[in-house]
């Protein structure tokens, strides 16, 4: 929807007259200030220009509202009244104080275009080269890489709810589907089966028809042709069918099982959210938005949201692809594998990462590190003196030498003896272990590594812990946009001004 307009002049012009009451060094001075320079027209050529007419709102407009809207946490229509109420919104955005703004479904349609063009985060972009312009960065030559869980924006589902609601789905999207006579539920009907549910055969009886349901629909679309959408109903059921069950005892039945599925989906109006743990006591729904920060001036560098499930050290190596030789890399040991260490050694970095702890098999008893491995050689010697040779796939037995050794009460329980699995990366770890207990090491992680955790949390500061969108390709592109949006508040502290046509730090 088109925002009304008048005749052009200053008579009401929000700037005009309210700018002194915005916070010099605000967000909202700066973009009232600047934002043409940010955000200039062909920054978002591609997306505003599709059939004829005219664009509905300005590009730095929409734009400006979509950063403000990122920082302060606000939904689309809170955004769209904070726009057509707060004077503050109205100077950022250079508009009249009469200004309706704009409908909230053109924020979903520039969401839906940036998502889709091949430069999504264009917004996180264009305040990262105001950051390159400044040269705050220039010299610091340390990374602190770190992830932070993001709760969903959907409610978990149990196995009753997801089977329900993925062959309501099904029946929805594929004609076939309908055909098939159901006898578990009535689909048609809103909410949960009736069932007695403090009646344990009677849950058991309500999961065996649900899954025979599930069952008949998918043999009944096994053959049909399915188009992209109809596919991923039919795959979700699929898999939701499978993930929580096993055979029960009498053939055609189903029950629950006692465990849980790698990967869990954990709801079907969200099927990327994913059950995850920040600690062994704290479980978590939803995603990991993982961040790559400057210690110093806790500037995010990059940044990227994924599945809750998804391993820190690959991610974490992806956000460096970018950057030069020579930085010195900090991360807690969720970082701290062979995989990623080795990436980091080949990119030229160096390494503080704190190592993954040790496991020992009797408490206070030897671990792997203290078995001296000889690649060369291919020989594993155990504490005692005993050497075993390597098999291909990394294993050393000490079997024989158990049984009799004077030591085996501090090095294993297991009654056939000590077997030894060396890592394809053991001589990355050892280096690393080895490294974490210098002065030097131990002295720039305390240093530095926490610093990021300031970062994080200014990141899910306002209400910005859940994240507001589902599936993992939107909520990374809300990702960007709070990650830019909370760096130009940050520049802005830091003292960011703009001096004969360029980017300083005052």
């Known amino acids: ?276 743990r920040k600690t062994s006591a704290h479980k978590r729904d939803g995603y990991k938005g993982h961040v790559a920060a400057e210690p110093q001036t806790g500037l995010v560098t990059e940044c990227a949201l994924t599945a809750a499930t998804a391993a820190d050290g690959s991610t974490g190596v992806e956000l460096l692809t970018e950057e030069q030789p020579g930085l010195e890399v900090l991360g807690d040991s969720g970082y701290g594998s062979g995989e990623t260490r080795a990436a980091l050694r080949a990119a030229g970095h160096t390494q503080t990462i704190k190592p993954i702890p040790l496991q020992s098999a009797v408490a206070g008893g030897f671990t792997v590190h203290d078995f001296r491995v000889d690649q060369q050689a291919g020989t594993v010697r155990c504490p005692a003196g005993h050497s075993a040779p390597t098999t291909r796939s990394g294993q050393a037995s000490f079997a024989r030498w158990c049984q009799r050794c004077p030591l085996r009460g501090r090095c294993t329980t297991a009654k056939r003896g000590r077997v030894i699995h060396i890592h394809p990366y053991e001589q990355e770890l050892r280096a690393a272990r080895r490294r974490a207990v210098t002065r030097g090491f131990q002295q720039s992680y305390r240093r530095w590594r926490p610093m990021v955790e300031r970062s994080l949390a200014w990141l899910v500061a306002d209400g910005c812990r859940r994240v507001p969108y589902r599936g993992v390709e939107r909520n990374d592109l809300w990702w960007s946009a709070r990650v830019a949006a909370v760096n130009l508040r940050r520049l802005l502290v830091l003292g960011l001004a703009r001096q004969d046509g360029a980017w300083v730090l005052a």
């Open 1 to 276: 929807m088109s925002p009304a307009r008048h005749a052009s002049d200053d008579q009401l012009d929000a700037a005009t007259w309210c700018r002194h009451l915005v916070a010099q060094g605000s967000v909202y001075a700066f973009l009232a200030d600047h934002r043409h320079l940010l955000f200039p027209p062909e920054l978002f050529a591609d997306v505003i220009r599709q059939g004829g007419g005219h664009p509905s709102a300005p590009a730095e407009v929409v734009a400006t509202v979509m950063v403000l809207q990122a920082l302060e946490g606000l939904s689309d229509r809170e955004a769209v009244s904070a726009l057509r109420r707060d004077i503050a919104w109205k100077v950022a955005c250079g508009l009249r104080l009469d200004d309706e703004g704009f409908h909230p479904t053109v924020l979903v349609y520039w969401r839906a275009r940036l998502r889709t063009s091949d430069r999504p985060r264009r917004i996180f972009d264009a305040v990262r080269e105001v950051v390159a312009a400044t040269g705050v960065l220039k010299g610091r030559r340390r990374r602190v890489l770190d992830s932070t869980i993001l709760e969903d924006a959907v409610a978990t589902q149990d196995t009753v709810t997801q089977l329900v609601a993925a062959v309501r789905r099904a029946r929805r999207l594929v004609s076939r589907a309908r055909e098939v006579e159901l006898a578990a539920h009535d689909y048609d009907r809103p909410g949960k089966p009736v069932c007695a549910w403090d009646d344990p055969q009677a849950r058991q009886a309500l999961v065996s028809g649900l899954v025979n349901d599930a069952l008949a629909v998918l043999a009944a679309v096994a053959d049909a042709e399915l188009d992209v959408e109809q596919a991923e109903a039919v795959a979700l059921l699929a898999l939701v069918a499978g993930q929580d069950v096993e055979p029960g005892e009498r053939p055609g039945s189903w029950r629950i099982a006692r465990r849980v599925a790698h990967d869990r989906v954990i709801s079907t109006v969200d099927p990327q959210a994913r059950h995850t």
